[in-house]
Nanobody, 114 residues
């Protein structure tokens, strides 16, 4: 059974911060790189950040310097710390493996007001 449960989204003003969490299962977490993706209205889903099982990270250009992806093996959770949020960061954020599975969780809405 695939478990990908995102949380932590909300409404923030530009310049604010949010930390997203993704609870998943051991079988997914332990053997896969994980990623945070987002989908804005009318746009395709895009990869924002990824992290390998040993902690190597990569970021989309739009996220570099502002977002930080991390993983906690004890909690089987992947995080996305987002600082300096901009209105263009408004989207539904999803976590998944990288490359992604065909299954997607419900996502968490992030709305950044100007």
């Amino acid at each position: 059974q695939v478990q990908l449960v995102e949380s932590g989204g909300g409404l923030v003003q530009a310049g604010g911060s949010l930390r997203l969490s993704c609870a998943t299962s051991t079988s997914i977490f332990s053997f896969n790189a994980m990623g945070w993706y987002r989908q804005a209205p009318g746009k395709q889903r895009e990869l924002v950040a990824s992290i390998t099982p040993i902690g190597s990270t990569k970021y989309a250009d739009s996220a570099k310097g502002r977002f930080n992806i991390s993983r906690d093996a004890a909690k089987i959770t992947v995080y996305l710390q987002m600082n300096g949020l901009k209105p263009e960061d408004t989207a539904v954020y999803y976590c998944n493996t990288f490359p992604n599975l065909n299954y997607w969780g419900q996502g968490t809405q992030v709305t950044v007001s100007s």
